[in-house]
């Protein structure tokens, strides 16, 4: 079979094709994958999300319209088809990746190098401007998302606002960019920070380095995406389930999850993996078999790592645009 060269694809395809790749990889201990439905989740809704979202996902990949326009969008059509929200941080990564994949092009076109990398969503990331971060704000209008509080000297710009915080960002002047960065660094030690804001502001290094595990890696893309999973739940803890729970049961959520890619369990003599050691090779020697087990308990225990999905969502959509490819 003839390799398919992937600039070539349309990025739009290849963002869609990451968001039903995401939900299909199974087991990703205590999210919907194809094998396991949440009380107020299905499988099948987050294949209707990510259909409504392709709206938005054209916004991001042309030059009319913002990033922020496009994210809203893309909220609006996942929430209308899937009835729910099923994808809303995954569109908040994909939406600058695909500006990126097409930024300097002329006409919107695909840029002729092909080569997505951090510089490119960085710049993206820094051009967004206050009318993004109200759109974005609007965005929560349209779902429930389940966000903390935010720091102490930011409540009026706590997101669950909406649209009325929008006074709040035109006098301080800020950019979307600017509110991810109040999200990314925390003034509590303890708390756990936001990952997908982190990656807005750091150029998406947890993004590119979990693509590059999942191109490195071998088997179905879904398996790969599991597998991923689970080191990027091994190295950070995840930000939903802080939020829903408390920083100290996402560190053992992390600490389980690190357990299944070399590191022993409980009563082992090993322990864990470090975070420091959560590589490639770590990764690609991830037992599925074992996290099917703890897939089950984190449901159990109502332990949901949502945002490690978010970001395992835009890896795939790296990888895709890097060469990995489909049942090849």
């Known amino acids: ?48 999300g990510a259909v409504g979202a392709r709206d938005g996902l054209e916004l991001a ?31 908040l990564l994909l939406v600058p990746l695909l500006r990126a994949t097409v930024v300097g092009s002329p006409a919107g076109d695909v840029s002729p190098s092909g080569d997505l990398d951090p510089d490119a969503v960085d710049r993206v990331t820094r051009e967004t ?11 929560f209008e349209r779902v429930d998302v389940a966000v903390a509080d935010p720091p102490a000297d930011a409540a009026e710009l706590d997101v669950r606002h909406g649209s009325d915080a929008a006074p709040a960002l035109r006098d301080r002047e800020l950019t979307l960019r600017d509110v991810m960065a109040v999200s990314a660094a925390p003034d509590d030690p303890d708390r756990v920070p936001d990952r997908n804001a982190q990656e807005w502001v750091e150029g ?64 082992g003599s090993t322990g864990p993996l470090d975070p420091s050691d959560v590589d490639a090779d770590a990764v690609h020697g991830a037992d599925l078999d074992a996290a099917e087990a703890l897939a089950t308990a984190f449901v159990d225990e ?27």
């Open 1 to 48: 079979m003839t390799a398919v060269d992937s600039r070539a694809r349309d990025p739009v395809d290849d963002a869609t094709l990451a968001l039903l790749l995401e939900v299909a990889g199974t087991p990703k201990p205590g999210n919907v994958d194809r094998r396991r439905d949440l009380d107020d989740l299905r499988f099948e809704s987050f294949l209707g």
């Open 61 to 91: 990949a042309s030059d009319e319209g913002s990033v922020g326009d496009a994210f809203e969008r893309g909220v609006a059509g996942m929430a209308d088809r899937a009835g729910t929200n099923t994808q809303f941080g995954c569109l």
């Open 129 to 139: 401007t206050v009318g993004d971060a109200v759109a974005f704000y609007r965005a």
């Open 204 to 267: 998406f290094p947890r993004t590119f380095r979990a693509a590059e595990w999942i191109r490195a890696d071998e088997g179905p893309l879904t398996d790969r995406a599991a597998r991923a999973f689970l080191g990027l739940l091994a190295a950070e803890p995840d930000t939903l389930v802080a939020a829903s729970h408390d920083p100290e049961t996402a560190r053992e959520a992390s600490a389980r999850a690190a357990a299944l890619l070399g590191g022993a369990d409980d009563g």
């Open 302 to 328: 109502g332990i949901n790592p949502g945002t490690t999905a978010d970001l395992t969502c835009a890896a795939l959509y790296v990888a895709l645009r890097r060469g990995a490819e489909v049942a090849r």
